[in-house]
């Protein structure tokens, strides 16, 4: 059992350890299809941005790499120096759109008024040369930049907004589409962070949310419901499912409580972030799992006549539990709005998980209509151990 526990346990570790390294690994390690090399990079604080440069001393120009995920053909892309300013006032912007060609189309255009429509024109420093690729829900414009004399440390600013008729609109106004500025100084790579609240530390923090969330609500417990679920079957892991079950529905608890606080305090430092659903299933799905937790305390022994009634409410609420994270995650994707790979990395996960339910759950049928020939067998295995009800196999 110890044994068992320790396997469950590491196991728990290693995803969270997956997860965490390849978020960790998103800047640097990125290689871009004409094989550029970028020394330096930076993850930036707001809108799924990164920024690469290599910075020429001897002539004082960058040569910049920006990528901007999760952009789709109809949205337009900007990363900008704002030699004077700030904010958008006097940014001096690189732009790029997929046109009516279909093709990634950069230009510059500076920003003298809020109304802008992003017009093309010259902007206040020289830039040598410019592209744009477009690739797997990802703007990324290439540029070399002349820095503004006296330098080398500029503010920039990023931001994506729609197109309508091949013309940029306003970009919207969620916090992360107002805190999107940072200052970095090219020569040494330090940033510091001037977006609204301390963009880079809001960043870090839905990070954390999210990769917690993730696998505690959405992979470990959906697993330790899949540990009671099919290992029951098996006598010879009698009444190590049990175990196994426990180790990971408490751990998956506890990182979910964390994932939750998180979500808590990220939900009171956005406001104007429309959350109202994933913020009551949350508080939903929290209230559910501590009932679970505290029921367990309350269970009947194995012969009482209410265990079987306990058996249907640990079920119900444990089924609503995973139902509701699994929505509640993708309501969290959409709010978080992450590189679509972490999208698609979930939904990979969860068809494992299905196609392996699927697989177990007839084989268990398989198993517990083959001993249903043998009752005495099958009485003798479904009613010994202490862990051990009525299971839902039809018994
Ligand atoms: C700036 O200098 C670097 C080498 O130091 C060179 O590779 C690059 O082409 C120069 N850029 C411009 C725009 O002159
Ligand atoms: C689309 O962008 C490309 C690349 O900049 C350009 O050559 C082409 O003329 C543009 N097409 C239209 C319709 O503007």
Known sequence: MGMLHKTALLSCFSIICLFATSYAQSCSDYTFTNNNLYTACNSLPALSSFLHWNYHQSNHTVDIAYRHTGVTTSNWVVWSLNPGGRGMIGAQCLVAFVNSSGVPHPYTSPISGYDTRLQEGPLSFRVPSMAAEFRNNQMIIYATVELPPGSTSFTNVWQHGDLSGGVPRQHPSTPDHLGSFATIDFASGRTSDTGAASGGSRQRRRNVHGVLNVVSWGILMPLGAMAARY?????????????????????????????????????????????????????????????????????????????????????????????????????????????????????????????????????????????????????????????????????
């Open 231 to 395: 290992l029951k079957v098996f006598k010879a892991a009698n009444p190590a499912w049990f175990y196994l079950h426990v180790a990971c529905q408490v751990s998956a608890y506890g990182v979910g409580v964390g994932g939750w606080a998180t979500g808590l305090k990220l939900g009171s430092d956005s406001p104007g972030v429309e959350q109202t659903t994933h913020r009551n299933i949350g508080i939903s799905l929290f209230a559910l799992a501590t009932l679970q937790v505290f029921a367990l305390l309350l269970r009947p022994k194995p012969e009482h006549k209410y265990r079987f009634y306990w058996n249907i409410y640990h079920h119900l609420i444990g089924y609503t539990v995973i139902v509701l994270s699994i929505v509640n995650i993708f309501e969290g994707f959409d709010i978080l709005d992450p590189e679509k790979k972490w999208k698609r990395a979930y939904i990979g996960v969860l068809i494992a998980l299905g196609v392996n339910a699927v697989l177990l759950e007839s084989f268990t049928w398989y198993v517990v209509l083959k001993r249903k020939g043998e009752p005495s067998e099958s009485d003798k295995h479904t009613h010994t151990g202490t862990t051990n009800g009525v299971n839902g196999y039809g018994a």
